[in-house]
């Protein structure tokens, strides 16, 4: 039912590419949102601008209950031509943590318990270089992610480099790797999580991407290994907002069988 209902959402977000747009490029429609797909965009937003990310994502869990997140919000907030701040929040309830977006609440119970989570998000994004030639585009996001309410309490510290290239036609690729001093229910160990994306605009309101990403637990007794392939896309509905949809399947027993994240991106 989940899958149909997907599907379904799907074919009515395609239908808005029937809103005409004319005389502008992809680049003047993109919000340069970082939650339409697990791997961030490289720059920040503009200075003065802010941007506001949400969306619910599902996660069809191999044992316990699903896990459901929302409102996954993020706000960016543009300083500089290189820095914006980040503050967000988000909630979680299902059997096991999410490991499928940017926001870290850490392993889950991995029983098949029920868990709810409910945190906050804060920190800071900059862009270290431009892309010239071969040498890629860059940024770095440090964050900080504190439970307001759950099994555990501990501040996560989370560290991402990103980098990405413009390639012809429009097209990017862009690569990152999150590293997460995480805290369990009975010890802190850490989660390297690296991916790939490459984003493809269809028309200028609208982009396809294909990713692969990953999840991989070191200094825990029970080491888990996580990867996923993602397929999704985005519609600019306006020149403000977006609406973004992705799916996945984990590729080992470790991974959920299944995943959706449907969400929106506005800027002002």
Not at 46 to 54: K, Y
Not at 110 to 120: F, K
Request: charged content about 15%.
């Amino acid at each position: 039912m989940v899958r149909r209902l997907i599907a379904t959402c799907a074919g009515s977000m395609m239908l808005l590419v029937a809103i005409g747009s004319h005389g502008s490029s992809a680049e003047e429609w993109e919000l340069g949102t970082d939650r339409d797909a697990f791997t961030p965009c490289t720059h920040c937003v503009a200075p003065g601008v802010v941007l506001l990310e949400a969306s619910h994502v599902y996660i069809d869990n191999g044992t316990g209950l699903p896990t459901n997140n929302f409102p996954e919000s993020l706000l960016r907030i543009g300083a500089t031509e290189w820095l914006e701040w980040r503050i967000g929040a988000n909630y979680g309830i299902g059997s096991q943590g999410n490991v499928v977006t940017s926001v870290e609440v850490g392993e889950g119970t991995l029983d098949g318990s029920t868990l709810y989570e409910s945190s906050i998000l804060y920190g800071f994004k900059v862009n270290l270089s431009k892309q010239d030639g071969l040498m890629p585009e860059t940024c770095f996001i440090m964050e900080g992610s504190t439970p307001a309410y759950g099994d555990v309490f501990g501040t996560v510290p989370v560290a991402t480099g990103v980098a990405g290239w413009h390639l012809p036609r429009g097209c990017r690729l862009d690569a990152a790797v999150r590293y997460a001093y995480s805290e369990g229910l009975t010890e802190w160990f850490s989660r390297w999580s690296p991916s790939v994306i490459l984003r493809m605009p269809v028309t200028e309101r609208v982009e396809v991407h294909a990713e692969w990403f990953g999840s991989y637990t070191a200094g825990v007794r029970d080491t888990t290994s996580q990867p996923f392939v993602s397929p999704g896309f985005h519609v600019m509905l306006t020149r403000r907002l977006e609406m973004g949809l992705r799916v996945g399947w984990g590729i080992t027993p470790d991974a959920a069988p299944f995943f959706s994240d449907a969400g929106l991106g506005y800027r002002w």
